[in-house]
Nanobody, 126 residues
Framework: QVQLVESGGGLVQAGGSLRLSCAASGRTFSTYAMGWFRQAPGKEREFVAAISGSGSSTFYSDSVKGRFTVSRDNAKNTVFLQMNSLKPEDTAVYYC???????????????????WGQGTQVTVSS
């Protein structure tokens, strides 16, 4: 069982930056691939970024590529999402997710993940 807790959301002006964190419980964090998703009001949950268990592989949605960076610190059981050049359309609740993965794979589908955090609100004002 893995428990995930996101933090770091808030209100920021367009063009600004935020860094989200997701702290995970458990002693085998490096064996879990991690993902970030977001859900805006009235919209479906969408993939944002993913990182493999070792951190060697990452993948981004086209809408955030070049602006967001996903990373992880396995010694601290934490995954991060650095968000730069934020736009009003980035406004959403951001969720981190985890799934067991023995290799270097990344996963972009929400259905691939077994564990989810409670979400953190990111609001970007214009």
């Amino acid at each position: 069982q893995v428990q995930l807790v996101e933090s770091g959301g808030g209100l920021v002006q367009a063009g600004g930056s935020l860094r989200l964190s997701c702290a995970a419980s458990g002693r085998t964090f490096s064996t879990y691939a991690m993902g970030w998703f977001r859900q805006a009001p009235g919209k479906e949950r969408e993939f944002v970024a993913a990182i493999s268990g070792s951190g060697s592989s990452t993948f981004y949605s086209d809408s955030v590529k070049g602006r967001f960076t996903v990373s992880r610190d396995n010694a601290k059981n934490t995954v991060f999402l650095q968000m730069n050049s934020l736009k009003p359309e980035d406004t959403a609740v951001y969720y981190c997710a985890a799934r067991f993965s023995g290799g270097g794979s990344v996963y972009t589908r929400a259905s691939s993940y077994n564990y989810w955090g409670q979400g953190t609100q990111v609001t970007v004002s214009s």
